[in-house]
């Protein structure tokens, strides 16, 4: 059975309300998501793992035939069901790769039909489901997305907090308790109140003086500190039994 993450992208509430309840009548649809507007669609999508989108065409600024087109640059996109109440829009609609193409008032028969086309091309191209996680980050005047499991660690700086790769740092706009609880999900833990590390970047736990620990990683030099309040945490989250 599958585990979908669905995201409903209508700038009316109500018809968001009215296809999420659909959508959760399908055993295959795991978790349903709203988004008000395309940028808040745009956000969701590349932070989080959506695997169908249900999207409408005409909304005010951004219209969900430009997210459609956004979505096609994806190494692997979300599958795209348009959910509209203008028939003519069908052909354009195809010509972006969308899986179907559903009419307003949209009833339930419909939608699983849907999921039924989405499943039968997932299943015919053996697709991946999901998205790569991606964050969004700050690098100067600049704003882009970086792709999560590329980070190495995450350091306070104030309110928000640096990101670093192999070769690069960011700034995030947030704080740490919020990213650890993000990040947790995606193999990162907290060893310290101002760093979070990813846990396949440890390259080893270090002893140093007065029976503080800190770690080596693989893709950076920097040797970051384990606090005392962590160290248990940390020995058992890497195995350690020492």
């Given at each position: 059975m599958n585990s979908w993450k669905v995201l409903t992208v209508d700038d009316e509430p109500p018809i968001r309300a009215e296809l999420r309840y659909l959508l959760e009548q399908d055993a295959r649809v795991a978790e349903v998501q709203e988004a008000g507007s395309v940028s808040a669609a745009m956000l969701t999508i590349l932070e989080e793992q959506i695997d169908i989108v249900f999207l409408d065409?005409?909304?005010p600024g951004t219209s969900g035939m430009q997210l459609a087109e956004f979505l096609q640059n994806l190494t692997n996109p979300p599958a795209v069901v348009f959910v509209t109440a203008y028939a003519e829009f069908a052909a354009d609609a195809y010509n972006?790769?969308?899986v179907d193409y559903?009419?307003?008032p949209v009833e339930l028969d419909r939608v699983e039909h849907a999921l039924d086309k989405v499943e039968a091309l997932r299943s015919q191209s053996g697709k991946p489901t999901t998205t790569e996680p991606?964050?969004?980050v700050e690098q100067g005047d600049t704003q882009t997305y970086i792709l999560i499991n590329t980070i190495v660690y995450v350091e306070a700086r104030g309110n928000y907090a640096n990101v670093y790769t192999k070769n690069n740092s960011y700034l995030v706009k947030s704080s740490m308790s919020t990213?650890?609880?993000?990040?947790?999900?995606?193999?990162f833990i907290r060893i310290h109140k101002s760093f979070i590390v990813n846990k396949s970047q440890i390259n080893k736990v270090h002893p140093i003086e007065h029976g503080l620990l800190e770690l080596s990683l693989h893709d950076r030099q920097e040797m970051l500190p384990i606090s005392r309040r962590k160290a248990a945490f940390v020995k058992a989250e890497l195995g350690i039994t020492n």
């Open positions: 065409i005409s909304m972006l790769d969308a559903v009419l307003k991606r964050m969004l990213l650890e609880k993000r990040l947790a999900t995606e193999g």
